[in-house]
């Protein structure tokens, strides 16, 4: 079973590697599979800033790349005062692959939302569909 502990470590690991020449601010995300694998992003930056990556959707990509398709929870790591909160882009995406669990965590406190708290309604409608 794989532990929030565990995912939150990974998370801050990949956060070492994010691209954030512009913003020098640095994510990491872990997102658990439902088979139980961890898949690990962090933000990709782009100078025309529009094309920047969130973490979380960087660990979504690689997840579908690798073949995943069922998602339990992710994990969000950010050296802030407060533990930051996934942007609307993001809820969306996680919403599509159906994660059911955020945890938003900085080097003090971790907080546990679920998806549907921070994206209300996300399948009723578009997602939900025949
Ligand atoms: N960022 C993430 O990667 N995830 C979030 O949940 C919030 C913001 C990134 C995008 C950009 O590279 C930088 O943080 C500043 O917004």
């Keep these: ?18 691209y954030a020449p512009y913003s020098n601010f640095h994510v990491g995300a872990a997102l658990l599979a439902g088979d139980g694998k961890i898949f690990p992003g962090c933000n990709v930056e782009n100078i025309s800033y529009g094309l920047t990556n ?5 660990a979504i990509g690689a997840a579908i790349a690798a073949g995943a398709r069922s998602f339990e929870k992710v994990v969000v790591v950010a050296d802030t005062a407060q533990p ?34 921070l994206l209300p309604r996300a399948s009723t409608g578009i997602l939900d569909r025949p």
């Design 54 to 58: 969130c973490a979380e959707r960087v």
């Design 84 to 117: 930051i909160s996934p942007c609307g882009a993001c809820r969306q995406v996680l919403a599509e692959f159906g994660v059911k669990t955020v945890i938003l965590a900085n080097r003090m406190e971790r907080v546990e939302f679920s998806l549907e708290e």
């Design 1 to 18: 079973m794989t532990t929030d502990d565990e995912l939150i470590a990974t998370a801050w690991e990949v956060r070492e590697n994010a």
